[in-house]
Structures are given as structure tokens and as C-alpha cells.
């Protein structure tokens, strides 16, 4: 029933949005991070 109402109604659409942009824009910041720390610890070298 949960699964149904995740999939079908509005909010439950809404709901699975958000949690993927969430998820993507964490890999997108921890891409990020990890690219400026290996760039600053080349510049450091």
C-alpha cells in the first residue's frame, strides 16, 4: 500500500523527487570536495 502510494499520488511523486535531488546534490558536493582537495594538495606539493 505504501509502495502504491509512493508511485501514484501527487505527494508521494513530490516526495521521490526531492529524495533523488537530494542524493544527486550530495554526490554533486562530494564530487566537488574531493576534486578541490586533490587539486589543492597538488598545488601544495
Same mark, same amino acid.
Given at each position: 500500500?505504501? &509502495?502504491?502510494? #509512493? *508511485? =501514484?499520488?501527487?505527494?508521494? &511523486?513530490?516526495s #521521490? *523527487? =526531492?529524495?533523488?535531488f537530494? &542524493? ?17 594538495e597538488?598545488?601544495?606539493?
Open positions: 500500500m505504501a &509502495l502504491q502510494e #509512493l *508511485f =501514484t499520488t501527487d505527494i508521494g &511523486l513530490l #521521490l *523527487f =526531492t529524495i533523488g537530494i &542524493l544527486a546534490m550530495a554526490v554533486f558536493i562530494g564530487r566537488f570536495v574531493k576534486n578541490s582537495i586533490r587539486k589543492d597538488q598545488a601544495n606539493s
